[in-house]
Each structure stands twice: as structure tokens, then as C-alpha cells.
């Protein structure tokens, strides 16, 4: 039987238009995959509703070491003072790993 290893799992929710940032960020820390998916919705800036590129989110999930979380919380941190508008989401999950 396969085995689960544990993982963090860090979600993020942003305007579109960081995505190639937030990914270039992740790769730069040592991660190697991503899925990202447009998002819509609404929070503190107003509704995303996604009709214009300017009102457009992606939801960005990434299964990460702990040592790639400790690499890249803080380069988020960066991004967030420097007045990016983001969502930052960690959880505990595991894994069910590949057969070698």
C-alpha cells in the first residue's frame, strides 16, 4: 500500500495579473509544480467578477516541503508590503505518494 507523507498545502487567491510573479516567486524557492485556476468572487477590494483582465483572481494551490513554506512565506510577506493584494492560506495535509 501506498504511503502518505504530510506536506503543506499553500493556497493563494490574487489578482491575475501576479500569477506569473507568484509562480516565478515558488520556482525561485525551490518549488516545482502549481495548478492554478481562475477565481471569482468578493472580499475587501470588491467584486472579481472576471469580465475585465483588471477584475480577474486566480486561486493558485502548491503542495510544499516545509523548508520550501519557510523559503517563500517570507518573499509573499515582500509582495504583500509592497501592496499586493493577496490571499495566503497554509494547511497540514498529506499526501498519498508515488510508487518508485
Known amino acids: 500500500m501506498r504511503?502518505?507523507?504530510p506536506h503543506k498545502c499553500l493556497s493563494?487567491?490574487?489578482p491575475r495579473h501576479l500569477q506569473r510573479l507568484l509562480i516565478d516567486t515558488a520556482q525561485r524557492?525551490?518549488?516545482s509544480g502549481y495548478t492554478?485556476?481562475?477565481a471569482?468572487?468578493?472580499?475587501?477590494?470588491?467584486l472579481q467578477a472576471g469580465f475585465l483582465d483588471s477584475h480577474t483572481n486566480?486561486?493558485?494551490t502548491?503542495?510544499?516541503?516545509?523548508?520550501?513554506l519557510d523559503a517563500l512565506l517570507p518573499e509573499l510577506d515582500a509582495l504583500m508590503d509592497a501592496g499586493y493584494s493577496m490571499k495566503v492560506m497554509v494547511s497540514d495535509v498529506s499526501v498519498l505518494a508515488h510508487r518508485d
Open 12 to 14: 493563494l487567491i490574487a
Open 29 to 31: 524557492c525551490g518549488v
Open 40 to 46: 471569482t468572487g468578493a472580499g475587501h477590494s470588491g
Open 62 to 68: 502548491l503542495l510544499v516541503s516545509q523548508v520550501q
Open 36 to 38: 492554478a485556476v481562475p
Open 58 to 60: 486566480v486561486f493558485l
Open 3 to 5: 504511503v502518505l507523507q
